[in-house]
């Protein structure tokens, strides 16, 4: 896929000159197809949008009790590492049963998996870390603060690979109205809302439905996204335009008092997302070419901001705006050339290789395990067992955690096959197994 001839105008306005960063966009058939400088486009800002920190180990069962009886004792709020947390009960479609947030200090904990024993190692905690908290930070003081207060909450806490969300504010520019069908990605998934009049906070991610305009998202949430939006109207349905717009400003400030951001114009976002298991797969995947080492750290922030450019530029890969069957969207041509994440801890080096890496097929397919389930599914059906105690038994068996790691593998978080044992539990019981 090709990107279009750049020009800009000459000094003199006369005359159309070739330039790698030109905003005059030509079709060696069609000719001129987009002017973004006579659209005043600019980029007001690349930003580090959200990350999600994952950590492993055992449940602290002080910490957790104290949890629970506050709950109990319907208090509101929990001190830990000196700042006040509200404290409550998490949603089951976040994957956890507990939550403590403090949206002053830009952050939200949520531990205690649902389908996981406390005192059995896993992913008990999740730290989701806001762009405020992220922004008064450098990854250093990112790590050691989610270090801490990991280990008032696992025993002997190890970081896991973390999500990150990866976004370009523009003015200048909207998606047209055939946006979503000009858009090309493996994903079959696509999301788009109109004309909408509300705003969802759930626990484990932010979903915006906004009063005007539109929102796109391509793929799914578990592996790489992309969604586009209109970030003013969004900023303000959830109180923090004057956040965004300060940051606008700070980006695109040409002198003391004078900033490129048109506070007339709206601002879209375009932002890549990148699930758990993908960074995983990077971490895994990715090699030296100079030495042949396989194999890259990206397990806390510090490690993963070192990557973010060329996360980027993968996102740009996996999903394309078209223009046509040979040519990309002028806009997609700036995003891939013009745009660089880049911070001081970013390090750009030419002989890493980034390639995700998939886990091959084994002589092992799991079979033995799908029958073990079947069988003793069917077999307390026709006990007509309550399913509580049906996934109780199973998770006490000592090879839970190997049967969770092998669907895990197969892209089957643990919180959606117990879903499906559910399911398939209570068709057992409808076809009559207990009678």
Not at 13 to 24: F, H, P, R, S, W
Request: hydrophobic share 35%; with cysteine; glycine share 4%.
């Amino acid at each position: 896929m090709k990107s279009m001839d750049r020009y800009e105008w000459n000094q003199d306005q006369t005359e159309l000159v070739a330039n790698d960063k030109g905003l005059i966009f030509q079709h060696p058939r069609y000719g001129k197809v987009a002017d973004l400088h006579q659209d005043d486009f600019q980029i007001v800002g690349t930003y580090i949008d959200t990350f999600r920190q994952l950590f492993r180990g055992a449940m602290d069962l002080d910490l957790q009790t104290d949890i629970e009886e506050s709950i109990t004792l319907n208090l509101r709020t929990h001190q830990l590492l000196g700042q006040d947390w509200i404290i409550g009960k998490s949603a089951k479609c976040s994957g956890y049963q507990y939550r403590l947030q403090n949206n002053h200090l830009g952050l939200i904990l949520l531990f205690k998996q649902f389908h996981a024993k406390s005192e059995s190692p896993a992913s008990h905690l999740k730290i989701e870390c806001s762009p405020w908290f992220l922004d008064n930070r450098d990854p250093k003081q990112v790590d050691k603060y989610l270090m801490r207060l990991a280990k008032r909450i696992l025993v002997s806490p190890e970081a896991y690979y973390p999500a990150i969300h990866l976004a370009v504010d523009v003015q200048g520019w909207a998606p047209d109205h055939d946006f979503s069908d000009k858009m090309r990605c493996k994903s079959k998934k696509r999301t788009q809302f109109n004309a909408m009049d509300r705003v969802e906070f759930n626990l484990s991610e932010i979903s915006c439905i906004y009063d005007r305009g539109q929102s796109y998202s391509f793929g799914c949430a578990n592996a790489v996204q992309m969604a586009v939006y209109n970030k003013t109207i969004q900023a303000r349905k959830i109180d923090k335009f004057d956040y965004m717009e300060h940051k606008w400003q700070a980006s695109t400030q040409l002198d003391e008092d004078t900033f490129g951001y048109d506070p007339e114009r709206e601002v879209f976002r375009i932002e890549t997302r990148f699930h758990h298991s993908v960074i995983q797969q990077f971490a895994l995947g990715s090699c030296d070419t100079k030495t042949g080492e396989i194999g890259v750290k990206m397990n806390t922030y510090s490690d993963v901001i070192k990557h973010i450019h060329s996360l980027w530029q993968y996102g740009l890969k996996s999903f394309k705006l078209l223009y046509n069957r040979n040519y990309l969207e002028p806009i997609w041509s700036i995003l891939q050339d013009d745009v660089v994440f880049k911070y001081p801890e970013s390090s750009y080096k030419d002989n890493l290789h980034y390639k995700r890496y998939y886990k091959k097929p084994t002589s092992f397919s799991g079979k033995n395990y799908q029958l073990l389930l079947g069988n003793f599914l069917s077999a307390c059906a026709r006990e007509s067992l309550p399913f509580e105690t049906v996934l109780k038994e199973l998770q006490s068996l000592s090879i839970w955690n190997s049967i969770a790691l092998h669907y895990e593998d197969k892209q089957v978080e643990e919180i959606k096959l117990i879903e499906r044992l559910e399911a398939t539990y209570r068709e057992r019981k409808l076809l009559g197994y207990c009678i």
